[in-house]
C-alpha cells in the first residue's frame, strides 16, 4: 500500500548506458515531480508533469528524458549516463489543490 | 532555480532541548512548507504555512513565516532521538507547480 513507489531503489552501471527509473503513485494525485538529490544533499527539480502534460522542465540536459503514459506513472529515462549523473532521484506527488508532496523513498544511481 | 539557504547546516543537541533551524529565501511566495529527511529515505512533510499566516503550530513543532524579511524558522521542542534528520523548507510560488527546496540543516539530537 506504498503511496509513491520507485523502482529500482539501486541502479549501478558504466558510463554512456541508458537507464530508466519508474515511479507510480496510487494516491489519486495528478501532479508528479522528479527532483534530484546530490551528494551535498541539495534537492533541484528537474520535471514536474501535471494531468500527463509537462509542466515543468528545468534546464536539464537532453539526455534526461520523462514520460508519462498516465497520472499515476512518471518514469525517467537516462541516455549515455556520464558520471556527474551519480545522485539520489526522488519521484514526488501532490493533488492539484494541495500543496503537500509525497515522496518516493528515492532511486540511488550510482555511475562508474 | 534559486534555492533557499538554511542555518545552521548542522545541529547537534541533547535529548530534551530545543532545535531551532531557520530559512530563507530570495522570491515571493504563496506558501511554504517544512521537511523531515531520515538517512536514507525520502521526504516526509511536516508543516505548511501560508503566506498571510505569521505562526503555526504541530504537536512539538511551532513555524513562523517573516514574508518582510522572507525568513522562516521551524523550532523542534523537547527534542528526542528520534528527530535525528535532515530537515528542508521548501517554498512555493502562487500559480506554479514549482516547489524549491532549501539547502537543509541536519540535526543531531544525543540521547
Known amino acids: 500500500d506504498t503511496a509513491v513507489s520507485q523502482t529500482p531503489k539501486y541502479l549501478v552501471t558504466q558510463m554512456g548506458n541508458d537507464k530508466s527509473i519508474k515511479c507510480e503513485q496510487n494516491?489519486?494525485?495528478?501532479?508528479m515531480y522528479w527532483y534530484k538529490q546530490d551528494s551535498k544533499k541539495f534537492l533541484k527539480i528537474m520535471f514536474s508533469?501535471?494531468?500527463?502534460?509537462?509542466?515543468i522542465n528545468e534546464t536539464v540536459p537532453n539526455r534526461f528524458s520523462p514520460k508519462s503514459p498516465d497520472k499515476a506513472h512518471l518514469n525517467l529515462h537516462i541516455n549515455s549516463l556520464e558520471l556527474g549523473d551519480s545522485a539520489v532521484y526522488f519521484c514526488?506527488?501532490?493533488?492539484?489543490?494541495?500543496?503537500?508532496?509525497?515522496f518516493g523513498s528515492g532511486t540511488q544511481l550510482s555511475v562508474l | 532555480s534559486q534555492q533557499g539557504e538554511e542555518d545552521p547546516q548542522a545541529l547537534s543537541i541533547q535529548e530534551g532541548e530545543n532545535a531551532t533551524m531557520n530559512c530563507s529565501y530570495k522570491?515571493?511566495?504563496?506558501?511554504l512548507q517544512w521537511y523531515r529527511q531520515n538517512s536514507g529515505r525520502g521526504l516526509v512533510h511536516l508543516i505548511l504555512?501560508?503566506?498571510?499566516?505569521r505562526e503555526k503550530h504541530s504537536g512539538r513543532l511551532r513555524v513562523t513565516l517573516d514574508t518582510s524579511k522572507k525568513s522562516s524558522s521551524l523550532l523542534i521542542t523537547a527534542s528526542r532521538a528520534a528527530d535525528t534528520a535532515s530537515y528542508f523548507c521548501?517554498?512555493?510560488?502562487?500559480?506554479?507547480?514549482?516547489?524549491?527546496f532549501g539547502t537543509g540543516t541536519r540535526l543531531k539530537v544525543l540521547a
Open positions: 504555512i501560508r503566506s498571510n499566516e
Open positions: 514526488a506527488s501532490h493533488r492539484g489543490t494541495s500543496e503537500k508532496l509525497f
Open positions: 494516491l489519486g494525485h495528478d501532479t
Open positions: 522570491t515571493s511566495i504563496n506558501n
Open positions: 521548501a517554498t512555493g510560488t502562487s500559480g506554479t507547480y514549482k516547489y524549491i
Open positions: 508533469y501535471n494531468n500527463k502534460e509537462l509542466i
